[in-house]
């Protein structure tokens, strides 16, 4: 990994959450981050290694804990790293051009928790 792997996926996680287009605009794009995993060969076991480090991750720099929140970033890294460890049993090539950059949103919440305020 090169030491600047945490910044650039941050800065993309940070894009498809509505952060700054910092990835679409210095990075490549969501082309540049299928690329990346073109031929990894990915296992299920690193997959959900990956999955927990995130989440230990996102309690270490203290992401908001509320259900809403979690359950659409989770639902998230759950989607991409299938993504991700689908393409990266792909061959060298594929042509991600027409796949837009994700957008993530809160999803519906649903059962007996309601978010104070609403
Ligand atoms: C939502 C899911 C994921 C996202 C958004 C994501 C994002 C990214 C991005 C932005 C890069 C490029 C980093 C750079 O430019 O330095 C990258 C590279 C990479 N990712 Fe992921 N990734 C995901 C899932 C995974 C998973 C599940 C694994 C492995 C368990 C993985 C392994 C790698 C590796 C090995 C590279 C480096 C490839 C290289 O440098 O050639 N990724 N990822």
């Known amino acids: ?31 540049e981050m299928v690329m990346h995993h073109l031929g990894k060969h990915l296992t299920e076991e690193q997959r959900r290694r990956w999955i927990n480090l995130l989440a230990d991750a996102a309690d270490a720099v203290g992401l908001p804990g509320d259900p809403e ?30 796949e837009p950059m994700p957008a993530w949103g809160w999803g519906v919440p649903g059962g007996p928790y309601k978010a104070s305020g609403k």
Do not use: Q
Request: with cysteine; hydrophobic share 35%; aromatic share 12%.
């Open 1 to 31: 990994m090169s030491p600047d792997h945490p910044a650039h996926v941050a800065a993309f996680i940070g894009e498809v959450f509505g952060g700054p287009k910092t990835y679409t605009e210095s990075h490549g794009g969501h082309r």
């Open 69 to 98: 929140f979690r359950s659409a970033f989770m639902a998230y890294v759950e989607w991409g790293s299938r993504l991700a460890r689908m393409n990266s049993n792909l061959g060298e090539t594929c042509d991600p051009e027409t």
